[in-house]
């Protein structure tokens, strides 16, 4: 059913104001269509109190309580001053940067001295074996060596030298005195008395050679040489005496 029929109307004033409410829903429908704007609502003063605009940079959740008890406490740290700088508060205990420092004049002395590592033993002083009292066998290498020793040949051809003008001199004088031994000493006990003295002289200053020989020949490391009378001890030092005479000769004999 048209609730919108046309009904009797004589005067024509319905069509009038059909016409009226045409012209001004085209009109509204130009308005709207040029500017969106005019067709939106006002707000009302409940809706416009409670609307926030939009946010672009806003995270699309709400913060939690423990996202803004932190946001809160890092609010707090850098708003203080002293937190800014690095710098401790006036009731706060300050670091001393060389209280750890064990090099530091500053640090505490250790209770105890760290022990001191243990002495190195000493070395024992290598066992030089004494030369005097080496055998003849074993003398034979070190003769072997000295022989090539050109210093100690020329104070072996000096000592030699000494002891043939010592034994000259005594030979010499002992014949003097058994020249003229029985006119000088008529009486036989008397002669016999100054010839045993005499011949003790000789001895006497044959055996200082002999020592002067053997300290000579020990200061040159020859072995077996040592200051002594003992008869064994000259036996073994006459045959290493005869190497070292005899490689005397060989050298004089190369040159």
Request: with cysteine; hydrophobic share 30%.
């Amino acid at each position: 059913m048209d609730l919108n029929q046309q009904r009797d109307d004589p005067h024509g004033v319905q069509r009038l104001l059909e016409i009226l409410r045409r012209q001004q829903d085209s009109s509204s429908s130009s308005t709207v269509a040029s500017n969106p704007l005019a067709a939106v609502p006002p707000l009302s003063a409940a809706t416009a109190s409670s609307y926030t605009p939009a946010n672009p940079f806003a995270s699309t959740t709400e913060p939690s309580a423990a996202q803004d008890s932190e946001v809160a406490k890092r609010r707090r740290l850098y708003n203080n001053p002293s937190s800014k700088y690095f710098i401790a508060a006036p009731g706060e205990d300050r670091l001393d940067p060389y209280s750890f420092n064990p090099f530091s004049p500053a640090a505490p002395l250790l209770s105890q001295p760290p022990p001191s590592p243990p002495k190195p033993a000493p070395k024992a002083a290598p066992s030089t074996k004494d030369l005097s009292t080496l055998s003849f066998s074993e003398s034979l290498p070190i003769l072997s060596t000295l022989a090539k020793d050109k210093s100690l040949l020329g104070r072996l051809k000096t000592l030699r030298t000494q002891q043939h003008d010592l034994e000259k001199r005594l030979v010499k004088e002992y014949k003097q005195f058994s020249a003229t031994a029985d006119k000088q000493y008529p009486n036989p006990k008397v002669r016999a008395a100054e010839d045993e003295k005499r011949k003790k002289q000789m001895l006497k200053q044959w055996d200082e050679c002999v020592k002067k020989q053997q300290e000579e020949l020990e200061r040159a490391g020859v072995p077996t040489f040592r200051k002594t009378g003992e008869k064994r001890d000259v036996e073994k030092q006459k045959k290493v005496l005869r190497v070292l005479v005899e490689m005397l000769d060989d050298d004089e004999g190369g040159s």
